[in-house]
């Protein structure tokens, strides 16, 4: 039973780029959040897909937008990227009613300069 | 909306001492409470969680209790070991998503 995968692990970019992360989630999970974590914060709510729609949006701007794919993985797209978007962001996989917990992928870890 | 306070922000205790950390919540719809440990570089971990139909729930070390007149939930940790160091962090659900607490840090002390 496979667990949250995210790809890739480690990226370096510079300002203005744009970056696409990829997120797998768990066997028999249908909604795929993700999290922005800078350093020494707690996690950031960024969104939330479901039945391959945008859900629930955090307060991010519009430079962040993403995708669900039939097959439940998620993609997470950064455009116009600043060096405040240096962080980890992360991938939590659950159903749709939440009620059994989000398990999150590694993680990756994203560098602007 | 949710809002989710979590106390305290820092925890120090000796090796073998409990620690408890606690959390409330604002919307009295929340039903499900998980808490997450997240070593350094590492990500979160689901540990423990509870449903709001219960009061309490174990696990081996680690217990949760739940107060939903009172709306809050406390995370308790017993003969506390060097590798429960970590981060701790408290959720409730809201609209589709999880709103975590400000994350508590535990240092054990040897």
């Known amino acids: 039973d496979a667990g949250v995968t995210q790809s890739p692990t480690h990226l370096i970019k510079t300002r203005g780029q744009q970056v696409t992360l990829r997120c797998s989630p768990k066997s028999g999970h249908d909604t795929v959040s993700w999290y922005q974590q800078a350093l020494g914060q707690g996690p950031q709510f960024i969104f939330q897909?479901?039945?391959?729609?945008?859900?629930q949006r955090g307060n991010f701007p519009d430079r962040f937008s993403g995708h669900q794919f039939p097959n439940y993985s998620s993609e997470l797209n950064v455009n116009a990227l600043l060096l405040g978007d240096s962080a980890l962001y992360l991938c939590?996989?659950?159903?749709?009613?939440?009620?059994?917990?989000?398990?999150f992928g590694p993680g990756t870890r994203l560098t602007v300069l | 909306g949710e809002n989710v306070e979590q106390h305290p922000s820092t925890l120090s205790v000796q090796e073998g001492d409990s620690a408890v950390i606690k959390c409330t919540y604002s919307?009295?719809?929340?039903?499900?409470f998980p808490w997450y440990k997240q070593e350094l570089g590492k990500r979160p971990q689901l540990i423990i969680d509870i449903r709001s139909n219960v009061g309490e729930k174990k696990d081996q070390r680690i217990a949760v209790t739940l107060n939903k007149t009172a709306k809050h939930f406390s995370l308790h940790i017993t003969e506390t070991q060097p590798e429960d160091s970590a981060v701790y962090f408290c959720a409730a659900p809201f609209n589709y998503q999880l709103i975590w607490g400000a994350g508590t840090k535990l240092i054990i002390k040897p």
């Open positions: 897909y479901y039945e391959e729609e945008e859900r």
């Open positions: 939590a996989s659950s159903l749709a009613t939440l009620d059994v917990g989000q398990f």
């Open positions: 919307d009295s719809a929340s039903n499900y």
